[in-house]
């Protein structure tokens, strides 16, 4: 059974920061590219950053660019820090993985997802 159980999300003010860390279990994917999603109320989800595990390769959505950074710490966990937060950074988080080295920000790519965890970003 494959899991990604993602944890840090939270409520903070406009300009903070949080950091959140998705760990997978029932396997590693070290030959896995590992994205993050989000999803606010009413809205589509929509892409925020990926990581490849081969090559390094990082991929942001432009609203993200520059406050938001993903890790690939190993090959079970990913963390996304995010910084000078605004209100509408407000969403369910998701973690994501799929197969190949590919960045995709295309939701329907990715085989596999966690749960969620809700950020509140307060002005």
């Known amino acids: 059974q494959v899991q990604l159980v993602e944890s840090g999300g939270g409520l903070v003010q406009a300009g903070g920061s949080l950091r959140l860390v998705c760990a997978a279990s029932?396997?590693?994917?070290?030959?896995?590219?590992m994205g993050w999603f989000r999803q606010a109320t009413g809205k589509e989800r929509e892409f925020v950053a990926a990581?490849?595990?081969?090559?390094?390769?990082t991929k942001y959505a432009d609203s993200v660019k520059g406050r938001f950074t993903i890790s690939r710490n190993n090959a079970r966990s990913v963390s996304l820090q995010m910084n000078s937060l605004k209100p509408e950074d407000t969403a369910v988080y998701y973690c994501?993985?799929?197969?190949?080295?590919?960045?995709?920000?295309?939701?329907?790519?990715?085989?596999?997802w966690g749960q969620g965890t809700q950020v509140t970003v307060s002005s």
């Open positions: 029932g396997r590693t994917f070290s030959q896995y590219t």
């Open positions: 994501a993985a799929r197969t190949g080295s590919y960045p995709s920000a295309l939701p329907n790519e990715y085989d596999y």
């Open positions: 990581a490849t595990w081969i090559g390094g390769t």
